[in-house]
T-cell receptor, first 112, second 116 residues
Framework: GESVGLHLPTLSVQEGDNSIINCAYSNSASDYFIWYKQESGKGPQFIID?????DKRQGQRVTVLLNKTVKHLSLQIAATQPGDSAVYFCAENITPGNQFYFGTGTSLTVIP | DAGVIQSPRHEVTEMGQEVTLRCKPISGHNSLFWYRQTMMRGLELLIYFNNNVPIDDSGMPEDRFSAKMPNASFSTLKIQPSEPRDSAVYFC??????????????FGPGTRLTVL
């Protein structure tokens, strides 16, 4: 029979548009969050992180928003480029533990 | 900065054979993690070490899996005997603990294991 795998949410955006990738995390005690980018055939790559004492953090072309009330995290990518095409994972952690729990990921495709 | 180094990058073996995956963490990092990634289950933590000591191996699937960290710059993940369902990409990651805060984990390129 067919194997059933994870069904990744997918997002397609036009080059130059802004992208928003969402993540619902599971544990209200989580206080540290990371967004990773994983390109095909490569390991997850750190993009940006945020601790629970902040609601927003900005990097180069990326912004992470944290809403602790509804346990929601989002990653905004400005002026999306073809090189941004990848699977994006959010990961949650409870300080001072070392364990991160990863979401299933969102596949972003940028259309040139 | 070399980043986390894993070897081999690809491994194809037959069922029943022993497989050893290797990892060199980033110099100065004192925590090391082994993950497995499959289409069925996503990214799963298998085991992690702090200062070369295994802290939590609850993610190790069964006794066929074992991991060691003989020193701060080297770790192995061994599967003996291997089975087709072990086919996956295995990632090693490292981080540094400073004070009470958790720090970012940096991932290696992974080892793609295929067990026939």
């Amino acid at each position: 029979g067919e194997s059933v795998g994870l069904h990744l949410p997918t997002l397609s955006v036009q080059e130059g548009d802004n992208s928003i990738i969402n993540c619902a995390y599971s544990n209200s005690a989580s206080d540290y969050f990371i967004w990773y980018k994983q390109e095909s055939g490569k390991g997850p790559q750190f993009i940006i992180d945020i601790r629970s004492n902040m609601d927003k953090r900005q990097g180069q072309r990326v912004t992470v928003l944290l809403n602790k009330t509804v346990k929601h995290l989002s990653l905004q990518i400005a002026a999306t480029q073809p090189g941004d095409s990848a699977v994006y994972f959010c990961a949650e952690n409870i300080t001072p533990g070392n364990q991160f729990y990863f979401g299933t990921g969102t596949s972003l495709t940028v259309i040139p | 900065d070399a980043g986390v180094i894993q070897s081999p990058r690809h491994e194809v073996t037959e069922m029943g054979q022993e497989v050893t995956l290797r990892c060199k963490p980033i110099s100065g990092h004192n925590s090391l993690f082994w993950y497995r990634q499959t289409m069925m289950r996503g990214l799963e933590l298998l085991i992690y070490f702090n200062n070369n000591v295994p802290i939590d191996d609850s993610g190790m699937p069964e006794d066929r899996f074992s991991a060691k960290m003989p020193n701060a710059s080297f770790s192995t993940l061994k599967i003996q005997p291997s089975e087709p369902r072990d086919s996956a990409v295995y990632f090693c990651a490292s981080s540094t603990r400073t004070g009470g805060d958790t720090d970012t984990q940096y991932f290696g390129p992974g080892t793609r294991l295929t067990v026939l």
